[in-house]
């Protein structure tokens, strides 16, 4: 079975400093999904970013970009210029392919001090 | 994207009773998930909701316990069937608008608690 690790519960980070959350899974799988997830406080779950795993090239949106290592099963979200609004429990998820269900990591819960 | 609206946003319920929650979204969808989430913790799949057809469950989710309908592609229903205070949780519901590993789109969720 597919599972997810991520094995910070709690980061913090400075305003305009950057910061790093680990993930790893396991999956004997040549093809499937990645992504990172953010939950702000009391608010819905949104998208942070996606890889498809046959993508060599690390996503990047904004500030956002992952360090994936397809043959170690580590996928990394790494914020720069961190943000107040950056404040939120972070969730690495993965879906295998074909499948479009989500099995999602233990989460990472963010803090971020002016 | 989609918005996803839930009802309700919360509610209190005795053990032993049902609660149904229904999961509203703006456009037609292509997949629907119900989720829970224990407090402070993170989301396990309880099932796919397929339109027409009975419901994928996952491994430690029964029929019995969690039915879902979902009659058309914008809708569908969970019931949380003789609730127990182990029940008390976040039920979320996400859906998908292309199939493929895409984006997922997550309802604000409905907060159970089972006294």
């Known amino acids: 079975a597919q599972t997810v690790t991520q094995s910070q519960p709690e980061m913090s980070v400075q305003e305009a400093e950057t910061v790093t959350l680990s993930c790893t899974y396991d999956?004997?799988?040549?093809?499937?999904?990645l992504f990172w997830y953010k939950q702000p406080p009391s608010r819905q779950m949104i998208l942070v970013i996606r890889?498809?795993?046959?993508?060599?090239q690390n996503a990047t949106e904004n500030r956002f970009s992952v360090n994936f290592q397809k043959a170690a099963k580590s996928f990394s979200l790494k914020i720069s210029d961190s943000q107040l609004g950056d404040a939120a429990m972070y969730f690495c998820?993965?879906?295998?392919?074909?499948?479009?269900?989500?099995?999602f990591g233990t989460g990472t819960r963010l803090q971020v001090f002016p | 994207s989609a918005v996803i609206s839930q009802k309700p946003s919360r509610d209190i319920c005795q053990r032993g009773t049902s609660l149904t929650i229904q999961c509203q979204v703006d456009?037609?969808?292509?997949?629907m998930f119900w989720y829970r989430q224990q407090p402070g913790q993170s989301l396990t799949l309880i099932a796919t909701?397929?339109?027409?057809?009975?419901?994928?469950?996952e491994s430690g989710f029964v029929i019995d316990k969690f039915p879902i309908s979902r009659p058309n592609l914008t809708f569908s229903t969970l019931t949380v069937s003789n609730m127990s205070p182990e029940d008390s949780s976040i039920y979320l519901c996400?859906?998908?608008?292309?199939?493929?590993?895409?984006?997922?789109?997550f309802g604000p969720g409905t907060r159970l608690t089972v006294t």
């Open positions: 996400s859906v998908s608008k292309v199939a493929g590993g895409y984006e997922q789109y």
């Open positions: 999956t004997s799988e040549s093809d499937y999904y």
């Open positions: 890889q498809e795993a046959y993508k060599q």
């Open positions: 998820a993965y879906s295998p392919y074909n499948t479009d269900k989500l099995i």
């Open positions: 456009s037609q969808v292509t997949m």
């Open positions: 909701a397929n339109q027409g057809s009975e419901a994928t469950y």
